[in-house]
Nanobody
Framework: QVQLVESGGGFVQPGGSLRLSCTASRIAFSISGMGWYRQTPGEQRVLVASITTGGRENYADSAKGRFTISLENARNTATVYLEMNSLKAEDTAIYHC??????????WGQGTQVTVSS
């Protein structure tokens, strides 16, 4: 069973930076890519950024120019990073890691809290 473990969330002041990491292990199939989504109370989970195994990146408009996603893909494991700079209060959310298989199946991490506040 695939496991996704996130780390790197925390508390930061506006204008600060955080780096999120998510390692997927026990991967026994081919993956299409990985990504980060975020969710606030009462709202739907929304895409922040995603990256394919071929290196194609996709960002939400709110993340463009401030966030950078990267992927390390190895045998049976994959790690996705999200470098977040110039953080704003509205970036406060629970950030969930996502892995997408080539068959279209989604796998999710438990989430890591990011709080941006002065």
């Amino acid at each position: 069973q695939v496991q996704l473990v996130e780390s790197g969330g925390g508390f930061v002041q506006p204008g600060g930076s955080l780096r999120l990491s998510c390692t997927a292990s026990r991967i026994a199939f081919s993956i299409s890519g990985m990504g980060w989504y975020r969710q606030t109370p009462g709202e739907q989970r929304v895409l922040v950024a995603s990256i394919t195994t071929g290196g194609r990146e996709n960002y939400a408009d709110s993340a463009k120019g401030r966030f950078t996603i990267s992927l390390e893909n190895a045998r049976n494991t994959a790690t996705v990073y999200l470098e977040m700079n110039s953080l704003k209060a509205e970036d406060t959310a629970i950030y969930h890691c996502n892995l997408l298989s080539i068959t279209g199946r989604n796998y999710w991490g438990q989430g890591t809290q990011v709080t941006v506040s002065s």
